[in-house]
């Protein structure tokens, strides 16, 4: 248990520190395909803001989060994926809404790829988690299980 807190706040940390380096100390570079960009294009993603509401995403995510934290110290069996499962969706809802601050003629196609990843992952996650809860049946039989 100790353990699943321990990343938990590490990946906590890790938004935070991410989100403040993007948002206060402009460090543009860690922004998704942001440093390879024109440069006339990287100075309209930061007139727009796009950077900067991705670092405050970051930390707003971080922030959720942790108030998702007590739940650990619970009886509730599922902080983990409930945690985690938040973050998903927030994330990937956050940068479908983001994507309305990209360049112009890239707006609509980056809405797009964000939708349909976001279906895809989701899905795959959902399929994943249902199957995972099934119940298991072992057959015993003279020469194998």
Same mark, same amino acid.
């Given at each position: 248990? %100790?353990?699943? /807190?321990?990343?938990?706040?590490? #990946?906590?940390? /890790?938004?935070?520190? $991410?989100? *403040?380096? #993007? !948002?206060?100390?402009? #460090?543009?570079?860690?922004? @998704?395909?942001? /440093?390879? !960009? =024109?440069?006339?294009?990287?100075?309209?993603? /930061?007139?727009?803001?796009?950077?900067q509401?991705?670092?405050? $995403?970051?930390? $707003?995510?971080?922030?959720? &989060?942790?108030i998702?934290?007590? $739940?650990?110290?619970? @009886?509730?069996?599922?902080? &983990?994926?409930?945690?985690?499962?938040? &973050?998903?969706?927030?994330?990937?809802?956050?940068?479908?809404?983001?994507?309305?601050?990209?360049? =112009?003629?890239?707006? %609509? !196609? !980056?809405? *797009?790829?964000? @939708?349909?990843? &976001? #279906?895809?992952v989701?899905?795959?996650?959902?399929?994943?988690?249902?199957?995972?809860?099934?119940?298991?049946?072992?057959?015993?039989?003279?020469?194998?299980?």
């Amino acid at each position: 248990m %100790n353990i699943l /807190i321990g990343i938990q706040l590490f #990946v906590i940390s /890790i938004f935070l520190l $991410l989100g *403040w380096a #993007v !948002r206060y100390k402009k #460090v543009y570079g860690l922004v @998704s395909e942001f /440093i390879n !960009r =024109p440069e006339k294009e990287q100075e309209e993603l /930061i007139k727009n803001g796009y950077p900067q509401l991705m670092g405050a $995403l970051l930390i $707003l995510t971080a922030f959720c &989060m942790l108030i998702f934290q007590p $739940l650990a110290f619970s @009886s509730f069996s599922y902080v &983990m994926e409930v945690q985690f499962g938040f &973050m998903m969706v927030f994330l990937m809802g956050g940068m479908i809404y983001l994507s309305r601050y990209e360049v =112009p003629s890239k707006r %609509n !196609r !980056r809405y *797009w790829v964000n @939708s349909i990843l &976001m #279906v895809l992952v989701l899905g795959l996650i959902g399929v994943l988690t249902y199957t995972g809860y099934q119940k298991n049946e072992l057959i015993i039989s003279d020469e194998s299980f």
